[in-house]
């Protein structure tokens, strides 16, 4: 059976506030996902072939980032050497972020790219690996592990450009 246009409008116009905030509600939350995931940063990792770590340490103390001005903190700076294939040594260059992860553990340890030399075989960059002093020395001589190097940012928006253009 068939419902009467005016009692479809009258049930619209009672209940007109609430479904309208709520639709301009749900396409505010669909326009704000769509743009993040437009405008996101994917970050691009160059994944190294070895790595080893040396025996050059130092210690140094600095204000801690967490708490401000209120607590020095000492950091623990290893030199950490890795090997790169030569076709990506292109895109590696000091002061680049790095995450350090050693064999038989599970946390990466924050680096900076240090100095960068490429040969005809493979490429080397040293690194500096940074972490609070107070935690146990996650560090052994000669152990092994991987780098990865961050060396673009890149959003899906250009992709979509892209598409829209073929």
Do not use: C
Request: glycine share 4%; charged share 20%; aromatic share 10%.
């Amino acid at each position: 059976m068939a419902t009467p246009f005016s009692r479809t409008t009258r049930s619209l116009q009672a209940d007109n506030n609430y479904s309208q905030v709520g639709l301009l509600v749900a396409i505010l939350l669909a326009m704000m996902w769509v743009h993040w995931f437009l405008t996101a940063e994917i970050m691009s990792y160059e994944v190294s072939q070895a790595l080893y770590v040396t025996d050059k340490e130092k210690l140094r103390r600095q204000f801690s980032q967490d708490l401000g001005a209120k607590r020095v903190q000492t950091i623990r700076n290893r030199l950490v050497v890795a090997e790169f294939p030569p076709k990506v040594m292109a895109s590696i260059h000091p002061w680049q972020r790095a995450f350090v992860q050693l064999e038989k553990r599970t946390t990466l340890i924050p680096a900076t790219v240090v100095n960068v030399s490429a040969g005809p075989t493979k490429g080397t960059v040293e690194l500096r690996a940074e972490i609070d002093a107070a935690v146990p020395n996650p560090f052994e001589t000669g152990e092994g592990g991987e780098v990865k190097i961050e060396v673009e940012n890149v959003t899906q928006l250009p992709w979509y450009y892209a598409l829209l253009a073929y």
